[in-house]
């Protein structure tokens, strides 16, 4: 069954600690993104992939990293965290024309 | 950004009656996509347009490419129709989706 797997699905981080939230997707999609949600603001784009070794800066990306080392995974990286990285990330996974992506179930983060 | 804009932000609506969302994209889009976050917060796929109408059940949407607006008509509201919707229109050279901000919907008895 196709699926997207995200983790941690919750994390609480310290300020100035690094974070990796991880994606993990059994569809063999090529294109993989990052979200993150923020009450008022919907979901906003912060990284994507269009397959392995490729990574892409989205609307938001500063603060962030990605990495994607293989078709399956997809990781978000936040090498110093501040408080205003604390939000709800989702993971998602998509064919090559975007038709109906699949997201994982999300990931809250808050950076203390 | 503002690619694309939600009307309305929130809605109330009795049990039993119909409305309709909308979105405006400021973005030359191909595809619209319509998703339902519920409660929990899991995305769930409601439509996926090229150009045109579609219906699934209680809910049709519309995508207008010519005047860059899609909506979503719910018809005989249910209370398990309540949680947040999203449109989501793809760029496509860049193969990404851009979201509005949504429309938290809650179905009332």
């Known amino acids: 069954e196709a699926a997207v797997t995200q983790s941690p699905r919750n994390k609480v981080a310290v300020t100035g600690g690094k974070v990796t939230l991880s994606c993990n997707q059994t569809?063999?999609?090529?294109?993989m993104y990052w979200y993150r949600q923020d009450t008022g603001h919907g979901l906003r784009l912060i990284h994507y992939?269009?397959?392995?070794?490729?990574?892409e800066k989205g609307d938001i990306p500063d603060g962030y990293k990605a990495s994607r080392p293989s078709q399956e995974n997809f990781s978000l990286i936040l090498e110093l965290a501040t408080p205003s990285q604390t939000s709800v990330y989702f993971c998602?996974?998509?064919?090559?024309?975007?038709?109906?992506?699949?997201f994982g179930e999300g990931t809250r983060l808050s950076v203390l | 950004g503002d690619q694309v804009k939600q009307s309305p932000s929130a809605l109330s609506l009795q049990e039993g009656t119909n409305s309709a969302l909308r979105c405006n994209f400021s973005?030359?889009?191909?595809?619209v996509q319509w998703f339902l976050q519920n409660p929990r917060g899991s995305l769930m796929n409601l439509f996926y347009?090229?150009?045109g109408t579609k219906e699934n059940g209680r809910l049709k949407s519309t995508f207008n490419s010519k005047e860059s607006y899609s909506t979503l008509h719910i018809r005989d509201a249910q209370l398990e129709d309540s949680g947040t919707y999203f449109c989501?229109?793809?760029?496509?050279?860049?193969?990404?989706?851009?979201f509005g901000s949504g429309t938290k919907l809650t179905v009332e008895p």
């Open positions: 569809n063999n999609h090529n294109n």
């Open positions: 989501a229109a793809l760029m496509p050279n860049y193969n990404v989706l851009y």
């Open positions: 347009l090229v150009p």
């Open positions: 973005i030359a889009t191909t595809t």
């Open positions: 998602a996974s998509g064919d090559r024309n975007n038709q109906a992506p699949l």
């Open positions: 992939s269009y397959g392995a070794g490729s990574t």
